[in-house]
Nanobody, 126 residues
Framework: QVQLVESGGGLVQAGGSLRLSCAASGRTFSRSAMGWFRQAPGKEREFVATTTWVGGNTYYADYTDSVKTRFTILRDAKNAVHLQMNSLKPEDTAVYYC?????????????????WGQGTQVTVSS
């Protein structure tokens, strides 16, 4: 019964911003990993960012190099994860997927996650 519901995708011009959100239901993920992956046309699914629980309400955030100065991954108290995307570039165009794990994984491998959202399209025009 676990579901991840995504929102926030859309079409923006280069340099613009979007905020993706993913709301989880069916279980609490406060002590396990939640993150984001993306897949561009003709390419493999790529790690973007993840959050790993380290105690209390504190999480360790990790990013792929191409986004780490522009994107911010956020956890909140409503069993949700967000991705604030600033200074968007055309190469960020992809379907973005929310992912969550039963375990507190720090993996960049999509096979280590147990639940997935439906995907939301992000298109950045030049």
């Amino acid at each position: 019964q676990v579901q991840l519901v995504e929102s926030g995708g859309g079409l923006v011009q280069a340099g613009g911003s979007l905020r993706l959100s993913c709301a989880a239901s069916g279980r609490t993920f406060s002590r396990s990993a939640m993150g984001w992956f993306r897949q561009a046309p003709g390419k493999e699914r790529e790690f973007v960012a993840t959050t790993t629980w380290v105690g209390g309400n504190t999480y360790y955030a990790d990013y792929t190099d191409s986004v780490k100065t522009r994107f911010t991954i956020l956890r909140d108290a409503k069993n949700a994860v967000h991705l604030q995307m600033n200074s968007l570039k055309p190469e960020d165009t992809a379907v973005y997927y929310c992912a969550a794990g039963d375990r507190n994984t720090n993996s960049h491998n999509n096979s280590e996650y147990d639940y997935w959202g439906q995907g939301t399209q992000v298109t950045v025009s030049s």
